[in-house]
């Protein structure tokens, strides 16, 4: 494959709900939610979590940069990265921030705003140099942000909603579908059809099925839900995503386990984990 249709996933946060700090979670990290997305020379990012911190240092070294960042949702755990976003810090740079959850009753500006205010935070969003555009779309679009580049979205089952996405390029994809709860004994029909045989599903593995009753309505799902889901839409890879802050090095070696004897191929996520398409 040439350079021009390469497609590579790295993760920068994997973790759910709060970071996670400490030798019990080295192994696969204790970021939230950030994932990069190389589309030949197209940098694409999913979530804003702590994860988006180290992502920015790493993007300092390349020159100037163009990105599109794109959240899920906007619980704490997704967007608290963006305000140590070194990226968005140098004039030369240009970052367009997307999200399909929000509108009509507001939109991704207004949320960044409200997180970078006091007594939350000391700055507001104007002290961002780079060329920053905020947009809003409805989940179920089809965006292109890109040449080549095709986003479809889905509308996820999440408390004040979220969104879902699948990128297509140079014959590749990617979905990556996290915060939303499934119904037990029915896989949703629609993610499996908005999934089905892509190269490398993420998916919101915060749970077991075993201890799911426990946090039922809290917008997650399980591993054994995602390898349902994997099987039923023939997806080739499998990643979990999104491990809930109780399952330190220990559970997640026993959960990727568990996952890649269900579904061959099957992994568990980590931090600095690559995977080339």
Do not use: Q
């Not at 104007?126 to 942000?145: H, M």
């Amino acid at each position: 494959m040439s350079e021009g249709g390469h497609l590579s996933v790295r993760f920068w946060g994997v973790r759910g709900s709060i970071a996670c700090p400490g030798p019990a979670y080295v192994r696969y990290g204790g970021n939230t939610s950030c994932v990069e997305v190389r589309c030949g020379p197209h940098l694409l990012i999913f979530d804003g979590g702590t994860g988006l911190r180290p992502l920015g240092e790493a993007l300092k070294a390349g020159g100037p940069v163009e990105a599109d960042l794109f959240f899920s949702h906007s619980h704490l755990d997704h967007v608290v990265g963006v305000p140590f976003f070194h990226t968005l810090f140098e004039p030369e740079n240009r970052i367009r921030l997307w999200a399909g959850h929000l509108k009509p009753e507001r939109g991704v500006r207004d949320v960044i705003c409200a997180l970078m205010t006091a007594p939350l935070f000391p700055v507001p969003v104007e002290i961002f140099s780079a060329r920053t555009e905020f947009l809003d779309f409805a989940a179920g679009e089809t965006l292109t942000p890109k040449p080549g580049v095709v986003l479809r979205t889905i509308a996820l089952n999440h408390p004040n909603g979220s969104t879902g996405y699948r990128v297509d390029y140079a014959g590749k994809s990617v979905c990556y579908v996290t915060d939303t709860e499934h119904e037990p004994g029915r896989p949703d029909a629609r993610i499996v059809d908005f999934i089905r045989g892509t190269d490398l599903f993420i998916y919101d593995a915060t749970y077991t099925d075993e201890e799911y009753p426990r946090y039922a309505t809290w917008g997650h799902s399980t591993w054994e839900e995602g390898v349902r889901l994997a099987k039923a839409a023939r997806v080739k890879t499998l990643a979990l995503f999104h491990h809930d802050p109780s399952h330190d090095d220990g559970a997640m070696d026993r959960i990727a386990a568990a996952a890649a004897a269900a579904l061959p191929g099957a992994i568990a996520a980590s931090e600095g984990l690559t995977i080339e398409l």
